[in-house]
C-alpha cells in the first residue's frame, strides 16, 4: 500500500516557467512533509520541507503547499531553470521518535531552455 | 557534498555472498537512517540507529543486519546475497533531538550489484 504517491513520472516545463510537481498521501497521522531532488549516481538532496501545521513555506524559488483535508501536497518551482532538472521525491515522516521517511516514486522534471 | 560519506561507491559480487556497507554521518548527526532503492520501486526505509541503539526497522529482510559503533559509523551487513537485493542502498543522517523533526541529508550511496 503506498502511502506517498506522486502520480505523474515525468514533467517538462520551458526555462523561466512555473514547475507544479504533486504529491498525495494517505496516512493521516504523517505530520511534515519534504521535497528532495535527485541527481543520477547522486543522494537525494534536501530542498524545503514544511510542518503539518502550516499551509505554505518559501525557500527562494522553492515553495511547497499543503492542503491537509485533501492529503496534496505541491512543490513550486519559480522561475523554473535547466539546472532543475532532476527527479524529485516527496518524503512524509509521522509522529514518534524515530521519524523514518515515506517517499513517493518521485517525478522527472525537465527544464527545457 | 551533504557530509554523509559511504563506501564503497560500487560493490560487484555474486549470489550467496556476504557484503558490508559503511556509513559515517554528518560530524553531530546522532541518528543514521539505512533505504534501498531498487530499479522498480522508490525509496524504502530499512533500518535507523540512534546513539547506537536501533530505533526503527522498516522493510528489512533476516538476511540483512546493521549496527552503530561507538564513533557513530553505522555499517549495513547483507548475507546469503541474491539477485534481487541489486539495489542502491543510502544512508542518511540526522541529528533527532527528542520528538521534533529534522531533516535528513543522504549520502552518495552504494550501488550493489548481484550476479
Known amino acids: 500500500d503506498q502511502q506517498v504517491k506522486q502520480n505523474s513520472p515525468s514533467l517538462s516545463v520551458q526555462e523561466g516557467r512555473i514547475s507544479i510537481l504533486n504529491c498525495d498521501y494517505t496516512?493521516?497521522?504523517?505530520?511534515?512533509f519534504l521535497w528532495y531532488k535527485k541527481y543520477p549516481a547522486e543522494g537525494p538532496t534536501f530542498l524545503i520541507s514544511?510542518?503539518?501545521?502550516?499551509d505554505k513555506n518559501e525557500d527562494g524559488r522553492f515553495t511547497v503547499f499543503l492542503n491537509k483535508s485533501a492529503k496534496h501536497l505541491s512543490l513550486h518551482i519559480v522561475p523554473s531553470q535547466p539546472g532543475d532538472s532532476a527527479v524529485y521525491f516527496c518524503?512524509?515522516?509521522?509522529?514518534?521518535?524515530?521519524?523514518?521517511?515515506?517517499f513517493g516514486s518521485g517525478t522527472q522534471l525537465t527544464v527545457l531552455p | 557534498d551533504s557530509g554523509v560519506t559511504q563506501t564503497p561507491k560500487h560493490l560487484i559480487t555474486a549470489t550467496g555472498q556476504r557484503v558490508t556497507l559503511r556509513c559515517s554521518p554528518r560530524?553531530?548527526?546522532?541518528?543514521v537512517y539505512w533505504y534501498q532503492q531498487s530499479l522498480d520501486q522508490g525509496l524504502q526505509f530499512l533500518i535507523q540507529?540512534?546513539?547506537?541503539?536501533?530505533?526503527a526497522k522498516g522493510n528489512i529482510l533476516e538476511r540483512f543486519s546493521a549496527q552503530q559503533f561507538p564513533d557513530l559509523h553505522s555499517e549495513l551487513n547483507l548475507s546469503s546475497l541474491e539477485l534481487g537485493d541489486s539495489a542502491l542502498y543510502f544512508c542518511?543522517?540526522?541529528?533527532?533531538?527528542?520528538?521534533?523533526?529534522?531533516?535528513?541529508?543522504f549520502g552518495p550511496g552504494t550501488r550493489l550489484t548481484v550476479l
Open positions: 542518511a543522517s540526522s541529528v533527532l533531538t527528542g520528538a521534533s523533526y529534522n531533516e535528513q541529508f
Open positions: 496516512n493521516s497521522m504523517f505530520d511534515y
Open positions: 514544511i510542518s503539518s501545521i502550516k
Open positions: 518524503a512524509a515522516s509521522g509522529s514518534g521518535s524515530a521519524r523514518q521517511l515515506t
Open positions: 560530524s553531530g548527526d546522532l541518528s
Open positions: 540507529y540512534y546513539n547506537g541503539e536501533e530505533r
